[in-house]
T-cell receptor, first 114, second 113 residues
């Protein structure tokens, strides 16, 4: 069955430090992949997406992610974290047949220390 | 493009009552999705419409849940005889096109007392 794993439930970094959030997926075909951010009580905001082509994708707010087919991974990175980045981050894979529904990971909660 | 809107944003109800939520998708989007998100979890797929046709329902959607999308525009999600376990954020998303990038609404937070 298709699944998305975000192995880190919580991550704490200092402001200005680099960040990497891990995402692994299980899906037989080439997936479409997304990263979303959610602030408390808010909806989901799209950070970046991968459909095909260049495996390093740039997103908003200085985030980037790299698709590695051999590792079934789509890790999110940011070179220098800002206090406003504190939020919950979700990785999602889209099933590219049938309903095109999203399968989300369980999320990683990011805490930023001043 | 005004985005996906949901109404109400918050709903508090007593166990056993019925509730109905509304989602207005982006106007040109033919696909509409409902997801449920509980505390500490990622959103989980509930159901999917293409135009007015409901094409898939998750096993999470018990008989107490029903969704409609009359005329392929807005959608409603009704929960009958609510239970405390129904407390969650209910998210609506819409999409169209080849890559099906989904645009999410702000969600309706349901609290069942």
């Amino acid at each position: 069955a298709q699944s998305v794993t975000q192995p880190d439930i919580h991550i704490t970094v200092s402001e200005g430090a680099s960040l990497e959030l891990r995402c692994n997926y299980s899906y037989g075909a080439t997936p479409y992949l997304f990263w979303y951010v959610q602030s408390p009580g808010q909806g989901l905001q799209l950070l970046l997406k991968y459909f095909s082509g260049d495996t390093l994708v740039q997103g908003i707010k200085g985030f980037e992610a790299e698709f590695k087919r051999s590792q079934s991974s789509f890790n999110l990175r940011k070179p220098s974290v800002h206090w406003s980045d504190a939020a919950e981050y979700f990785c999602a894979v889209v099933l590219t047949s049938g309903t095109y529904k999203y399968i989300f990971g369980t999320g990683t909660r990011l805490k930023v220390l001043a | 493009d005004t985005g996906v809107s949901q109404d109400p944003r918050h709903k508090i109800t007593k166990r056993g009552q019925n509730v109905t939520f509304r989602c207005d998708p982006i106007s040109e989007h033919n696909r509409l999705y409902w997801y449920r998100q509980t505390l500490g979890q990622g959103p989980e797929f509930l159901t999917y419409f293409q135009n007015e046709a409901q094409l898939e329902k998750s096993r999470l959607l018990s008989d107490r849940f029903s969704a409609e999308r009359p005329k392929g525009s807005f959608s409603t999600l009704e929960i009958q005889r609510t239970e405390q376990g129904d407390s969650a954020m209910y998210l609506c998303a819409s999409s169209s096109g080849t890559y099906n990038e989904q645009f999410f609404g702000p969600g309706t937070r349901l609290t069942v007392l």
